[in-house]
């Protein structure tokens, strides 16, 4: 079963920019859309930003102007830029992707990144 690896992660000062990548481990039919989530100990993961294979985009309220998510249809990749970070901003950040690993699969199902933390800290 095919897999998405987040990439990008790390630790950033107040202000700073840091750019997540999320692309499959294999080939793949096709992806429909493709977001970022994040999530805080004890807390519900949280949208952060979504994409749809037309490129429509949404962003959660707290995120807006400082991040904008992309995607490179023919790469399969889907790219988060966060700048001006803030400490608010830490968390174990997800890509999930509704997508269809095979054309004889019965429809398209969700699948979740492994996480990538980022750290917002001076």
């Known amino acids: 079963q095919v897999q998405f690896v987040e990439s990008g992660g790390g630790l950033v000062q107040p202000g700073g920019s840091l750019r997540l990548s999320c692309a499959p481990s294999?080939?793949?039919?096709?992806?429909?859309?493709m977001g970022w989530y994040r999530q805080v100990p004890g807390k519900q993961r949280e949208l952060v930003a979504v994409i749809t294979s037309g490129g429509s985009t949404n962003y959660a309220d707290s995120v807006k102007g400082r991040f904008t998510i992309s995607r490179d249809n023919a790469k399969n990749t889907v790219f988060l830029q966060m700048n001006s970070l803030k400490p608010e901003d830490t968390a174990v950040y997800y890509c999930k992707c509704v997508a269809q690993q095979y054309r004889s699969d019965f429809g398209p199902r969700d699948y979740w990144g492994q996480g990538t933390q980022v750290t917002v800290s001076s």
């Open positions: 294999g080939s793949i039919f096709n992806i429909y859309v």
